[in-house]
């Protein structure tokens, strides 16, 4: 069977840069997937793009689908045949919808039971054939945060389509989507190259287009903006570093086909401005980049990255500077006059700024955390009550002032510039700025006591509301960002090494929200431990602890990220070694029984207990549970696992001895009871009878 290469390129307006990833897993994932399921194999994929086009590559693709043989399994056998052996309408029907005989259904035995069955051969589709019906549907149902539509057709687009490449094998392959048919022919750099260009396989696209000024590698696009960035900052005589956010670069990267940097310089009285303000309006504006002197302090210079280099970059330069000066006196006014009103007296404010408007207003809020995050530091750090406080009042009054009302990403950071210039105490200025952490996945986490807890007692605040009021994410949307807020909860509490439980937290931030409730604040509580729970998992999860490890563990201890942890973590060890499957077995068969018999309930009395086994078994119990105790409030769980895996011994030899369902019924309370004792030392760690290696 021969093999094609394919190439596919989607050639648009400028995509704005957040959607340009997303938009390339998806082409690639789905892609990869159809193939897969319409049994078409390649060599090779690789995904490539830019702020114009979107394109596709496979190597060594199956120019058709291999022949098969399937079977179909059609009605249970009981309803195929009457009682004088007949077929039954059922079993016709069968025949006829699979164009074949009667005679030619068989029966097979299935998990359900014996059901008909037939066998059919479909004979291998072309490659082309099936490119042809899944690579329009892949491109109409990519997810665009927006879309759009132009002209006089009905297709919905991030931007409109303007070419359409399509080569497999050489060839043409026919295609048309948002009324543009595919052909050989790709475009190169707007300004420097905007001819066309001939591409008719994925090995020669990068490199033809990159004699074209246009750049399709991300990575290799991102490095030349660092490159030209560098080279930018080198041509200065000053000693000079540019400040490189990550993100910043890969949306420059996305924005530009061919990279041109150009240092600029602003006015020194610009100096003044906090660091964080002038940045964030070079960065979120006109994504410039900022620059800090040899001392590393701020610099009256940034690098603004071109998508050309002109023939005279200085007018290009002196553009870039006269543009970056109106948004800096922007900056700058909005900075001197929010001085004017010390943070403390736009505490009024908030009242007339609704979080909410099922959960009041952003004061109602303040009011709310600052008396859950006074509860935790009693808990965590009762010496920082005082600081907690006062960071959990000033915490939002940054909200009302001009800089974070024009750049919302400051919010937290201005509260400390505001803070530390009204003379409040650095811990509180900390604080303020560490309540919103982490911003995203893997960011950094508060490094204050007092920033952690404020930071935990607003991610509450916010989850318990929501939940409260029926605001659940789901699959599409967490426009609040619960899920990144119970996540940071989680990550706070096991970096602090705060081993204690959320579940009276949850109690209280529910019992302070408005009234009355849109839900029983018990079903609220249940679905939030249940989404803290969720995260809690996937975190373990990446810890390598198995999923059934996990899941044993979190059913019994969910509410506790730490101790959770520490329990999974404790049993993943245990796991490993020799033997685990007896040990898992017998407790289960523990767990078993008691559910069987009840038992829970059941109150011991040793005296009836008389058997050698029983004895044993009991005095190793209590032994245990004077123990157990201290290797709790330690979070030893390595060694109280060691200790209940001791329990293995007497609880068989308990049941080689002794019959727990005995015909005494004060006998088999008894033992019910004993057993019962010892399954509650099993779950001081996990529900074993959930681990998978239990039969």
Not at 383 to 406: I, N, Q, S, W, Y
Not at 523 to 546: C, M, T, W, Y
């Amino acid at each position: 069977m021969s093999q094609l290469d394919f190439i596919l390129e989607l050639g648009v307006e400028e995509i704005p840069a957040s959607y340009f990833g997303p938009a390339i897993a998806y082409i690639r994932e789905r892609l990869a997937k159809e193939l897969g399921a319409r049994r078409l194999p390649y060599a090779k994929m690789e995904a490539w793009g830019g702020p114009r086009r979107l394109a596709l590559g496979l190597w060594g693709l199956e120019s058709l689908q291999p022949d098969v043989e399937e079977e179909l399994i059609g009605p249970p056998l009981s309803a195929a045949y009457d009682a004088n052996g007949n077929p039954t309408r059922a079993a016709m029907g069968f025949a006829k919808g699979q164009g074949v005989a009667v005679s030619d259904i068989f029966t097979i035995a299935t998990p359900k039971g014996q059901y008909l069955a037939t066998r059919r051969s479909l004979k291998g589709r072309p490659a082309g054939e099936i490119l042809q019906e899944i690579v329009p549907a892949i491109l109409g149902s990519l997810p665009f945060p927006k879309v759009m539509r132009w002209g006089q057709g009905d297709q919905q687009f991030a931007r409109p389509v303007h070419w359409l490449l399509a080569v497999l094998g050489g060839e043409v392959l026919p295609l048309s989507f948002a009324g543009v048919k595919s052909g050989k022919v790709s475009f190169g750099h707007r300004f420097l190259h905007p001819g066309a260009v001939v591409i008719t396989s994925p090995g020669e696209y990068q490199e033809r287009l990159a004699e074209t000024h246009v750049q399709v590698d991300f990575n290799a696009r991102r490095e030349m903006v660092l490159a030209e960035i560098g080279e930018a900052a080198r041509k200065s005589n000053a000693e000079l570093s540019v400040v490189l956010d990550e993100d910043l670069v890969a949306e420059v990267a996305n924005l530009l086909e061919e990279p041109a940097a150009i240092l600029g310089h602003f006015d020194s009285q610009f100096l003044d401005l906090p660091l964080a303000v002038s940045a964030t309006a070079m960065k979120e504006h006109q994504r410039y980049f900022p620059v800090l002197d040899s001392q590393g302090r701020q610099a009256p210079y940034f690098v603004a990255v071109n998508n050309t280099r002109a023939r005279d970059m200085e007018v290009v330069r002196r553009g870039h500077e006269r543009v970056l000066r109106a948004r800096l006196e922007d900056a700058r006014f909005y900075y001197e006059d929010d001085k004017k009103v010390s943070l403390a007296d736009r505490a009024r404010d908030l009242e007339r700024v609704v979080f909410h408007n099922l959960l009041g207003s952003y004061r109602e809020k303040m009011e709310r955390v600052s008396a859950l995050a006074q509860a935790l530091a009693q808990e965590t750090a009762p010496e920082r009550a005082k600081t907690v406080e006062r960071a959990a009042f000033l915490a939002k009054c940054d909200l009302v002032t001009g800089v974070v009302k024009e750049f919302p990403s400051l919010q937290g950071v201005m509260g400390r510039e505001y803070a530390l210039a009204d003379g409040e105490p650095p811990e509180v200025a900390e604080a303020i700025a560490e309540q919103y952490l982490p911003t995203r996945a893997g960011g950094a986490l508060p490094q204050t006591p007092a920033g952690a807890v404020l930071a935990v007692a607003d991610k509450l605040d916010t989850i318990c509301g929501c939940f409260a009021v029926g605001l659940v994410p789901t699959g599409a949307a967490d426009p609040l960002a619960l899920r990144r807020g119970a996540l940071g909860v989680i990550l706070i509490f096991l970096a602090r090494g705060w081993a204690f439980s959320l579940e009276p937290y949850i109690d209280r931030a529910l019992a302070s929200l408005p009234q009355p409730p849109k839900r029983p604040a018990r079903e609220a509580k249940n679905e939030i431990l249940d989404f803290f729970q969720a995260r809690l998992k996937s975190h373990v999860l990446s810890q390598g602890v198995s999923a059934d490890g996990a899941e044993a563990v979190l059913c019994l201890h969910g509410a506790s990220p730490l101790a959770a942890t520490r329990r999974a973590l404790a049993l993943e060890e245990l796991k490993k070694r020799e033997g685990f499957r007896d040990l898992a077995q017998t407790f289960k068969r523990v767990v078993n029984i008691i559910r069987k018999f009840g038992g829970k309930e059941l109150a011991l009395d040793p005296n009836l207990l008389d058997a050698e086994a029983e004895k044993n078994l009991l005095a190793e119990i209590a032994l245990l549970e004077s123990e157990s105790g201290a290797m709790l409030a330690q979070g030893d769980f390595p060694t109280l696992l060691n200790r209940i895996v001791g329990l293995m011994g007497p609880v068989d030899a308990f049941f080689d001895d002794v019959l727990v369902d005995d015909p005494d019924p004060e006998l088999k309370n008894a033992r019910l009871a004993l057993l019962n004792r010892a399954s509650k030392l099993f779950e001081l760690i996990a529900d074993f009878s959930k681990i998978s290696a239990v039969a």
